[in-house]
């Protein structure tokens, strides 16, 4: 990575938990979610500017696009199709009404099969779900996790990557099938969203310590991007030639005096990180 690569707020507002950004290629677009606000964004990326908004009842996790501009956002229990016409349409339900979790980060894996998984919204442990999205239904991958979150492939596809929040773990499997084996425990804060460069190397949102980690597929640290903001919630390579790294940030639960402090908190950031990612893999609503 770059030496010292300086992150830049980017976006005039801030968001409560603004997560889960990617590359729409085909359209040129952004898209990034408000978790908490119910809402996902679509927007330039330079200059930073939204040009859409779509609003849901409660939460918005996740969002992915299929190649015709289609949304699949994850809600609360279920996954939502949204229409280039806006036309709403239930594609699945992946928890139980009421069971207590709540949807958290997904993403579409290189055969164009959504991935998502799910986080308590209790003091359970040990119960959260990693599912894919398949044949009208869910298959669960994980079923003993403590908070899903970020997902990443390796470049040929190979190799699935995937944050356990709580546990403070990175894992890694062959994919689609292979054995579950951790392959680093972060320190100084909790992994949050992650993605992959086309090297492999994985760039890593670490939540309350204001950075971004820069991994090797081994897991060996390269580099780290520190933000003026504490709560970095995901990454993702965009822009024409994938050059630029896009940094969601939260403002969730922080006070009045910790707001003064870091006042970029909830932006939008980017950073030249002299890297280029991996295209963004287009939701296939067939499979």
Known sequence: MSPAPEAIPVSPDRYELGEGPLWDAERQRLLWVDILAGKVFAGRLDPFEVTDTWEFDGVATAVAV????????AERETLTRVDPDGARTHVARVLPAGCGSR???GAVDPTGRFLVGSMALDDRTGAE??????????????????????????PDGNALYSIDSTARKVRVRDYP??????????????????????????????????????????????????????QPTSVSFAGPDLDVLVIT???????????????????????RVGATG?????????L
């Open 66 to 73: 299929a190649a015709d501009g289609a949304l699949l956002v």
């Open 177 to 230: 099938g292979g054995e579950r084996r951790d392959l680093l425990e972060v320190t100084g804060g909790l992994p949050d969203g992650m993605c992959a460069d086309s090297d492999g190397n994985l760039w890593i949102a670490v939540h309350g310590a204001g950075r971004v980690e820069c991994r090797s597929p081994g897991g060996t640290l390269f580099g780290v991007i520190e933000l003026s903001a504490p």
């Open 129 to 154: 779900l990693l599912v894919r999205l398949e044949g009208g239904g869910c298959a669960t991958i994980d079923s003993d996790l403590t908070l899903s979150n970020g997902l990443a492939w390796a």
């Open 249 to 271: 940030t939260a403002t969730e639960n922080m006070s009045a005096e910790e707001l003064a402090k870091h006042p970029d908190s909830g932006r939008v950031f980017t950073a």
């Open 278 to 286: 991996l295209p963004t893999p287009y939701w296939n609503p067939a």
């Open 103 to 105: 949807l958290n980060d």
